[in-house]
């Protein structure tokens, strides 16, 4: 099994940046993909950002693009997200996500790590 492990919040003013860390330890041979999701207080989780493991074309949903990107480190199995431009809006409890070619999409999950900007 994938075991992921978020790390990297705090606390930031608006127009700063913070970069999340999610280490996978495990089968991390098993990962397909990967993403990162934000839970707003008050709010359901919402999708942030998503690319595969191996590599390729990242994907993000529209508030983000431009001011966030998703990467790897292979060496290391941890996924980044790197938040610039932060704004009050992106507070929240933010999970990294895992899909294995054994189970269904998002079918490991990290325990989140808060991000909190202030205005």
């Known amino acids: 099994q994938v075991q992921l492990v978020e790390s990297g919040g705090g606390l930031v003013q608006a127009g700063g940046s913070l970069t999340l860390s999610c280490a996978a330890s495990g089968r991390t041979s098993s990962i397909y993909r990967v993403g990162w999701f934000q839970q707003a207080p008050g709010k359901e989780r919402e999708f942030v950002a998503t690319n595969k493991w191996s590599g390729g074309n990242p994907y993000y949903r529209d508030p983000v693009k431009g001011r966030f990107t998703i990467s790897r480190d292979n060496a290391k199995n941890t996924v980044y997200l790197r938040m610039n431009s932060l704004k009050p809006e992106d507070t929240g409890v933010y999970y990294c996500?895992?899909?294995?070619?054994?189970?269904?999409?998002?079918?490991?999950w990290g325990q989140g790590t808060q991000v909190t900007v202030s205005s």
């Open positions: 996500a895992a899909q294995t070619s054994y189970g269904s999409l998002w079918n490991i």
